[in-house]
């Protein structure tokens, strides 16, 4: 018995160490990649965004989410109104991530108030997209390694050898530069990125439901508890969609009614009346025209300090 169990002992230690040499091989040589994503600097600037959060201390608006977010929060709209903010918006970042990055990150930016974009596809993802950028953009440390195994999915857990392998071997993270300028994209100072204005054309979609997963759910409510514990003011907020998109959601109302169970939430594709053709680049993200309004509705609610004013607000719609 003992035999076997020292046999198969040598047998794991020897199928591991395997696995991870034919991983760094496969990640180095293979141009198929299907079940290894690592792209240091990836679409959205993450690379330059979390590097930058490492320097950033003490904001009044942290603004969390999704691509709406590092898409839909112009910092410099919020600089001009008096407020140091920060954007910590990453590709398809959904409440496990969220949840995260509020855990390393919410002590040192100390934030007064926190705005999070609760697009409720978010709550439908597994994550995996988003784990991927993080594993590929930020340093690896204790906290991401129990990320990994929270998402437990084998794209995941490769991807996390090879980037521990680049990162210890080749010092990635440390000499990679990015560009604020690339493509269409124009990272800001504070997290944001401006695109090339472009406009949406129309297209048509089926009738559907928000679908939501337990486990977002419940990182979400993490999320929230996190956050009232240190007194931090939290807005909830539904960026704006095409209204066609929106109107395909057969279940809109139900998901606000879920979100107003955990503070102050306004759902912007109810409160403002935006053409589709000229405020949206695409049928998910504004474009600069839509920005400077949503932003500008933004403020309005964070300048107002009579709590009436606010609930006449939400009650009314705006339109442009």
Known sequence: MFKFIKYLLLFLLYSSALYIILIIIWGDFSPIKENLNYKI?????????LKELNNTKDVDILFLGSSHTYLGFDTRIFR??????????TNSQTPIQTEFLLSKYLDSLNPEIVIFDVCPLIFSLDGIESTLEIISNRIIDLETVKLVFKQNHLKVYNTLIYALYRETIHNDKSEYIEYKKRDMDTYVYGGFVEKEIKFYEQESFKKQNWKYRKEQLKSFQNIVKMINKKNIELILVQTPIVSDLYKSYTNNLEFDNEMRKYGNYYNFNELI???DSVHFSDN???NKNGINIFNKEILKILNQSD????????NSHFIY
């Open 41 to 49: 600097g990836a679409g959205g600037h993450a690379f330059t965004r």
């Open 273 to 275: 009346q935006l053409l």
């Open 80 to 89: 001009e109104a008096g407020y140091k903010s920060f954007n910590l918006g």
């Open 307 to 314: 709590s009436v004013t606010i609930n006449k607000m939400v």
């Open 284 to 286: 998910n993200h504004l």
